[in-house]
């Protein structure tokens, strides 16, 4: 009976020393778990962190252009000086210190305590293309300003993730015929490119009133997604120049029918836009301060891409068009970098009509020699 007894306290010994265990591992695997959240959680912090030492970077580049634009001669100086981390430090419109990071003050020394700082910020006022989300019916005006002079301009628009569709799905095909009245909005494809409106301005540098009237070019783009796809990246090749556009204010009859362009239902043009069209344009001089492209989507918005080129297709930089900025933020040890496209001049709502109306207008005056007008007989429709 005792040998028994010492047997049973035996394996009650070996279950308690097993369930100990158990328990640490238990335990343990928990403490690795809180402190995994923990670390992600703080790593979280840290990125975002990061990620707005670098934004207040771009917002201090942003202060820098603008100083230049207004006359400031030391920024516009470092603009147009060699290309480094230090340049808005140098231009002296911020603080900071000319040969290291730039401390975030949120508060008072509250960039020391979270330990933010942006450590580079570099600014490229010249760039090989201008990219812009657009909107449905909404004007952007583009400044054609360049490095040398081109004759060329590249227009790429809509991207697989403009409606979302990240899923791998193409571009709706949209063969249709090029003769025609075009669809109602009801009717283009959610999954098609925008009809784009493209005007382009180059009246020369001197220029009156009536001169706009002969140097304006207008054409509607059309999009046709094939179903065999592109052949190639040249693009749909259209016409821009003034004796194959007039402008329809000379009393003749002129044809305002659209230009077909190819499009890629796999978004091969660029590797990410489905349509492209080269125009064709009388030669725009470097550095021209009056030539214009107006752009306005139809239909929907979406992605677009803008390049000027030479004849032979070599890319001119524009010239302080689009200033990009490439910003490196740092919270603790982790680092976030960022790059930023700045739109100047974009503060400024230009109008798509001299008059835009949703009800009828009607107009009615007199003029009188006898300092008196007759009453208006005008009765608008509501």
């Known amino acids: 009976m005792g040998k028994n007894a010492r047997q049973s306290g035996a394996v009650s010994l070996f279950a308690v020393i097993f369930g ?24 979280n912090d840290l990125s975002q962190s990061a990620y707005d030492a670098a934004l207040a970077g771009v917002e201090d580049a942003k202060r820098v252009v603008r100083a230049a634009q207004t006359g400031n001669i030391q920024a516009a100086g470092v603009l147009n000086g060699p290309i480094n981390c230090n340049m808005v430090a140098a231009s002296g419109v911020v603080g900071g210190s000319s040969s290291g990071e730039t401390i975030i003050k949120t508060g008072t020394d509250a960039g020391k305590k979270f330990d933010q700082a942006y450590t580079c910020v570099k600014i490229t006022m010249k760039s090989q293309d201008f990219i812009y989300k657009s909107i449905e019916e909404k004007s952007q005006i583009v400044p054609l300003r360049a490095t040398g ?11 697989r993730d403009d409606e979302s569709n990240l899923n791998g799905a193409n571009a709706a095909n949209t063969e249709i015929s090029t003769s025609g009245d075009l669809p109602t909005k009801n009717n283009w494809n959610a999954n098609s490119p925008q009809l784009m409106r493209v005007q382009l301005i180059n009246p020369g540098s001197t220029f009156n009133l009536a001169a706009l009237d002969s140097t304006g070019v207008t054409s509607f783009l059309r999009p046709n997604v094939l179903r065999s796809d ?17 402008r329809a204010t000379d009393g003749n009859e002129h044809n305002n029918g659209t230009s077909v362009v190819s499009c890629s239902k796999t978004f091969k043009f ?10 064709d344009v009388d030669e725009i001089s470097a550095g021209s301060e009056t030539a214009f492209l107006r752009l306005l989507p139809i239909y929907k918005g979406g992605s677009v891409k803008i390049s000027l080129q030479k004849t032979d297709g070599t890319i001119v930089n524009f010239d302080g068009v689009q200033p990009i900025v490439d ?11 960022v790059e930023a496209r700045l739109q100047i001049g974009d503060d400024f709502a230009y109008p798509n009509n001299a008059v835009e109306l949703k009800n009828s207008l009607c107009k009615d005056f007199s003029v009188s020699g006898g300092g008196s007008a007759t009453a208006g007989r005008c009765k608008p429709i509501s």
């Open 20 to 43: 100990a265990m158990l328990l640490t591992i238990v335990t343990i695997g928990f403490i690795k778990l809180m402190i995994m959240d923990q670390r992600q959680s703080s790593n």
């Open 149 to 159: 002079s081109f004759n060329k301009i590249s227009i790429e628009w809509y991207r």
């Open 230 to 246: 592109v052949a190639s990246q040249n693009g749909t090749a259209v016409s821009g120049k003034i004796s194959d556009h007039p």
């Open 270 to 279: 660029s590797g990410e836009y489905s349509c492209k069209a080269v125009i």
């Open 327 to 337: 910003s490196t933020g740092r919270a603790s040890d982790l680092f976030r970098r």
